[in-house]
């Protein structure tokens, strides 16, 4: 099996991970919102996003001091199949909908921390 696939397979397999990428599917995040929702520390969710980078499964566009991740492009069958296991096989789990309802709070109430003028 090539690397890249064992590196999309152990992605796969953390839960913290899991969560990244389920709430990446609604949209582009920044790092400052993903710690809110997950309740992690910044270090933790940096080390995840690295690992999610490493994997191509993620993205990065810096602006400003702000860092939004979003998917990656879709490269291949067995990507695309992981993404869209994602979105079916893992929808009833807890975690994810409770993660997706703060995303959706958050975004409604207009305090996502990355959409804050810089100081």
């Known amino acids: 099996m090539s690397d890249n696939v064992n590196l999309k397979f152990r992605a796969f397999s953390d839960p913290i991970r899991l969560r990244i990428l389920h709430l990446l599917q609604q949209g582009e995040i920044c790092v400052g919102d ?53 979105g079916t096989c893992f929808i009833e789990v807890p975690e994810l909908m409770e993660d997706a309802a703060r995303l959706k709070e958050l975004r409604e109430s207009g305090e996502a921390c990355c959409s804050q003028p810089e100081t």
């Open 34 to 86: 993903l710690v809110r929702i997950l309740d992690v520390p910044q270090p933790t969710a940096s080390r995840h996003l690295g690992y999610l980078r490493d994997a191509e499964l993620v993205v990065v566009r810096k602006e400003g001091r702000w860092a939004f991740y979003s998917l990656a492009e879709v490269t291949n069958s067995f990507h695309k199949s992981l993404l869209d296991c994602l």
